[in-house]
């Protein structure tokens, strides 16, 4: 089946080691039944890691590539290794890629091999998502993380799905976009009634509507005028920002136990750019800068 540009996307799944790149891979290419196995980085079964030595060190050693179909989109997903002495991977990955997914862990937070991804994605001029995982774990801190995410790379960080954790054990995930929450149970969503946040949500919506208003005037002067934003104009404020360099849209999931997957799948799909929407651009030899073409 061949695919028109607007309906591909290439996305690099670039941050530091065990920051749960594999294992959000496979969980996406488990959901959308690209795999028919749920493989395990500790067992050595993922699609990914297949080497042997990367099933002997538990990580990937170089780049790999594995595509998936959801919703009549192709999704070529590029599992870059974090390792150190491994990261020329990230750096063939960025020449494919039009947006990097900078995953990071809710439990271990930020690393150096993410504020590596995100400067390398920057520097090549591609749109840049962030990509939060283990959420349902013990010791897992959403909002830790995401306040380390904005103190290190800026207020263009824009939250899109916030998890919840009710009761000590239950996730509900929210997607502040829509206006609505969910349940997963084998990666089955059950919408449910949006949680108490004692405001944070709400906080949270507010700097997507005041970082969305920055992407167009026209958008700005609605927001000064206190008027809300239709669902469309949020996405399209939200694509545009991501697609030109000033958001970097912020989704969450636990990829173990595949809670939020699909949700955090349906907005990459709907807020990164496809091929069709960016300029190319080269890198220079003997330079750190790109050119624009």
Request: charged share 25%; glycine share 8%.
């Given at each position: 089946?061949?695919?028109?540009p607007?309906?591909?996307?290439n ?10 790149k ?6 996406l ?9 749920f ?6 079964t ?5 080497e042997?030595?990367?099933?002997r060190r ?5 780049l ?7 919703n ?9 290794p974090?390792?150190f ?7 063939e990955?960025?020449?494919a890629?039009e947006?990097?997914a ?5 439990r271990?937070?930020i690393g150096v091999?993410?504020?590596?991804a ?6 090549n ?16 801190d959403f ?6 995410l904005?103190e290190?790379?800026?207020t ?7 998890p ?8 509900v995930f ?7 929450a969910?349940?997963?149970?084998n990666?089955k ?9 004692d405001g944070?949500?709400d906080e949270?919506?507010s700097?997507?509507n005041?970082a969305?208003?920055e992407v167009?005037?026209?958008l ?8 809300p934003f ?9 694509k545009?920002g ?6 970097y849209?912020?989704?969450?999931a636990?990829s173990?136990t595949?809670?939020?997957?699909e949700?955090?799948?349906k907005n990459?799909?709907?807020?990164m750019?496809?091929p069709?929407?960016l300029?190319?651009y080269?890198v220079t030899?003997n330079?750190e800068?790109?050119v624009k073409?």
């Amino acid at each position: 089946m061949g695919y028109a540009p607007e309906k591909i996307r290439n996305i690099l799944l670039a941050g530091h080691s065990s920051s749960g790149k594999t294992s959000l891979a496979e969980a996406l290419l488990f959901l959308t039944k690209s795999s028919d196995r749920f493989g395990s980085v500790a067992a050595g079964t993922t699609v990914m890691d297949f080497e042997d030595e990367e099933i002997r060190r538990k990580a990937s050693v170089s780049l790999a590539v594995a595509p998936l179909e959801y919703n009549g989109t192709k999704v070529n997903l590029l599992d870059a290794p974090g390792l150190f002495d491994f990261e020329l991977g990230q750096y063939e990955g960025v020449q494919a890629a039009e947006s990097v997914a900078v995953v990071v862990s809710a439990r271990g937070g930020i690393g150096v091999g993410a504020e590596k991804a995100f400067r390398l994605a920057k520097k090549n001029h591609r749109a840049t998502m962030i990509f939060v995982t283990s959420t349902s774990v013990d010791n897992a801190d959403f909002k830790k993380t995401f306040a380390e995410l904005r103190e290190k790379f800026g207020t263009g960080v824009c939250p899109v799905i916030l998890p919840v954790i009710e009761e000590g054990k239950q996730t509900v995930f929210v997607d502040l976009l829509e206006n609505k929450a969910f349940t997963y149970n084998n990666g089955k969503a059950t919408e449910v009634a949006i949680p108490d946040t004692d405001g944070y949500a709400d906080e949270l919506l507010s700097d997507i509507n005041e970082a969305v208003a920055e992407v167009d005037d026209e958008l700005m002067e609605k927001f000064f005028m206190e008027e809300p934003f239709t669902h469309e104009e949020l996405i399209n404020g939200i694509k545009e920002g991501t697609k030109n360099g000033t958001l970097y849209p912020v989704f969450a999931a636990d990829s173990l136990t595949l809670e939020g997957i699909e949700l955090a799948l349906k907005n990459m799909v709907a807020l990164m750019p496809s091929p069709a929407d960016l300029n190319p651009y080269e890198v220079t030899n003997n330079t750190e800068e790109s050119v624009k073409l």
